[in-house]
């Protein structure tokens, strides 16, 4: 019996030694090579789950600063821009508020997609521009660059007339002057192709509004 | 089979015997009894066993290389699954809702589970309304929204309009008017100039602050209260009924609890929602 049992395991085991060397490789490589497989494609399959979550901009990554800044950034744009839409004499200023107010608007909406599809709140709790290599210097009372105080919004919202025409092309240049700045600290310090290319397009804009404002404040008689 | 090479060394008696085979496997196999013990029984009952050398050595070796990949694939198994595990865990973590983690802060009454019906959201009702939970977290709001641009009001303001703006997604963050003035400067640190925050007393509040998002309220007694952050940083935004791009100007910027619904040249047919 225990005979018979031996000479069973000797018959898997007799071709080892020697040449046997070659049995238990083709026995074990059989296993280890399915074992890589399975563990090769174990690997492979978190690997590609989990590049895009390391990849991906996160918490404290300059693109989540500077979406989650310039979306309130904007908001301020948004606001005076629909001041002027409103409140406008000069059919220019009117016009131009619209326009910036929507288009603002609109990228405030791919900002906010951006956090979103980053797993990210859409806001965060570090201070103003602090994404930005030299931004915390340059937050005067708590405000981002080219922003309005609250006290000269609630100026805006009171003023009519040429007044009101003035004092918003003032504050709208103040304001994307503002903005370029913070557009090119995410042009200098971003890595995201797509926040690249939008924030590209947004410093065109602002740049374009910034020649057509500067003309009407000189046509309606303002200075800076 | 170069992956059973890095398994070698970690076991490196058996690979001295396995390894030189043709030099040192016989004697290290004599050795040993248990090797002798096999190697007898294999030399009787082998038919075809051309050198006598042979039966001693083989158990041994494969016995030896046997352990060799065991453990290096379940090294490498239990590596891959804990790379997978720490992956998967910090997915999770990092995409868990912010409703979970509303839910998580200590002391929030969340009214979207507790009460479905006020938190529905949605029609305009000019005039005075009443409201059960104050300060109010939803329902049934004015047409006009408070404007809700980081404004700090040192007066209460009107809940109809209020709401409106917590149903754009805005944290309304109230006091209660004998709050001291370092705690309210705190507070008003937290809102001004963030888009999507307001700060207004608030008469009658049985704590001394209280935050209000739709559908979510928390009340604390400490402007140094850790909580406060969580709920803003939480609710949001990501509380509005109506996504981000809900607008918080164009709104009331009056105080005052009666509601002003006929704003009058100033506020012209705004939008409604």
Request: charged share 20%; net charge neutral.
């Amino acid at each position: 019996m225990s005979a018979a049992a031996t000479t069973d395991s000797d018959l898997d085991e007799a071709p080892v030694t020697d040449s046997g060397d070659r049995g238990v490789a083709r026995r074990f490589g059989v296993l280890a090579l399915a074992a890589a497989v399975v563990v090769g494609l174990l690997l492979g399959y978190a690997g590609g789950l989990l590049t895009p979550t390391f990849t991906r901009p996160g918490e404290s990554s300059a693109e989540a600063g500077f979406a989650r800044d310039m979306t309130a950034h904007h908001a301020q744009a948004v606001a005076m821009g629909l001041l002027a839409f409103r409140q406008g004499q000069d059919p220019e200023v009117r016009q131009i508020g619209g326009d910036i107010a929507t288009g603002q608007q609109g990228e405030i909406g791919t900002m906010q997609t951006w956090l979103r599809s980053w797993k990210l709140d859409p806001t965060g709790d570090e201070p103003p521009m602090a994404w930005m290599s030299d931004g915390p210097g340059l937050v005067k009372n708590g405000l981002m660059p080219g922003m309005a105080t609250p006290e000269e919004m609630a100026k805006l919202r009171g003023a009519t007339g040429r007044e009101f025409d003035v004092l918003f092309l003032q504050m709208m240049i103040r304001h994307h002057v503002g903005g370029v700045h913070m557009i090119d600290g995410i042009l200098d310090q971003g890595h995201d192709d797509d926040v690249l290319k939008v924030a590209q397009v947004m410093k065109n804009t602002q740049q374009n509004d910034l020649t057509n404002l500067s003309a009407a404040l000189k046509r309606l008689g303002g200075t800076l | 089979m170069s992956i059973s090479t890095p398994g070698g060394p970690e076991r490196r008696p058996t690979v001295v015997s396995t390894g030189k085979k043709p030099a040192a496997g016989r004697p290290a196999a004599a050795d040993k009894p248990s090797g002798g013990r096999t190697a007898a029984g294999k030399g009787a009952s082998r038919p075809t066993g051309g050198k006598g050398r042979k039966p001693v050595t083989p158990v041994k070796v494969s016995q030896g290389r046997a352990w060799g990949p065991i453990a290096l694939f379940v090294a490498v198994g239990v590596l891959a699954v804990a790379i997978i595990g720490v992956g998967a865990w910090a997915v999770y973590q990092g995409a868990q809702p912010w409703e979970k983690r509303a839910d998580a802060i200590n002391g929030i009454v969340d009214f979207r589970k507790k009460d479905k019906d006020l938190v529905k959201g949605g029609q305009h009702q000019p005039g005075p309304i009443k409201y059960d939970v104050l300060p109010p977290v939803g329902g049934p709001h004015n047409q006009a929204w408070q404007n809700c641009m980081g404004d700090v009001y040192d007066a209460p303001i009107a809940n109809e309009h209020a709401v409106h703006s917590l149903e754009h997604g805005t944290v309304w963050i109230t006091y209660r008017p004998d709050l001291p003035a370092d705690q309210v400067a705190k507070l008003k640190a937290k809102v001004q100039g963030k888009e999507k925050l307001m700060l207004s007393p608030f008469e009658g509040l049985d704590k001394p602050i209280s935050l209000q998002a739709w559908g979510f309220q928390l009340k604390v007694d400490n402007a140094d209260d850790g909580r406060i952050d969580d709920f803003i940083k939480t609710l949001r935004v990501n509380a509005s009924v109506e996504g981000p791009t809900a607008l918080c100007d164009q709104g009331v910027t009056a105080t005052g609890t009666t509601p002003r619904d006929n704003l009058g040249n100033n506020m012209p047919e705004q939008p409604t929602q």
